[in-house]
């Protein structure tokens, strides 16, 4: 059977959000994980059900499509600078970690409380 493009799509967005399950079982520290398109738009998102977000839906989907303007427009730079590993911002409350894989914006927000970020980077880096 030849899958349509509605299939493909949906078996696409399927497997983000199994990588996003599998990246809040890394850590419990791990507030939410999700994905963005080129767009801004949210292919789909997972807040750990133990916490509350600390952002609103608005305030959510501003950050989203800052982040992949500034996405898009970092594409210049590859040649330049090489292939981004990772942006880490960090605020008082939380870390928030940005990873690209084939256009698509890893979102994941993790508790100012864990220590060894380089190894949990690391360990989501295998996840995606």
Same mark, same amino acid.
């Given at each position: 059977?030849?899958?349509?493009?509605?299939?493909?799509?949906?078996?696409?967005?399927?497997?983000?959000r199994?990588?996003c399950?599998?990246?809040?079982?890394?850590?419990?520290?791990?507030r939410?994980?999700?994905?963005?398109?080129? !767009?801004?738009? &949210?292919?789909?998102?997972?807040?750990?059900?133990?916490?509350?977000?600390?952002?609103?839906?608005?305030?959510?989907?501003?950050?989203?499509?800052?982040?992949? &303007?500034?996405?898009?427009?970092?594409?210049?730079?590859?040649?330049?600078?090489g292939?981004?590993?990772?942006?880490?911002?960090?605020?008082?409350?939380?870390?928030?970690?940005?990873?690209?894989?084939?256009d698509?914006?890893? !979102?994941?927000?993790?508790?100012?409380?864990?220590?060894?970020?380089?190894?949990?980077?690391?360990?989501?880096?295998?996840?995606?």
């Amino acid at each position: 059977m030849v899958k349509t493009p509605a299939d493909k799509w949906k078996d696409t967005v399927i497997k983000y959000r199994k990588q996003c399950q599998s990246i809040l079982k890394i850590s419990k520290n791990i507030r939410y994980a999700g994905v963005i398109n080129v !767009y801004g738009r &949210t292919l789909t998102g997972i807040v750990n059900p133990k916490l509350k977000p600390l952002l609103k839906s608005e305030q959510v989907k501003n950050e989203f499509f800052i982040l992949s &303007t500034l996405m898009s427009l970092r594409k210049d730079t590859v040649n330049s600078v090489g292939k981004l590993e990772h942006v880490i911002l960090q605020h008082q409350k939380v870390i928030i970690l940005i990873l690209q894989k084939n256009d698509m914006t890893f !979102y994941i927000s993790i508790n100012r409380s864990e220590r060894g970020i380089e190894k949990l980077i690391t360990l989501i880096k295998k996840v995606i």
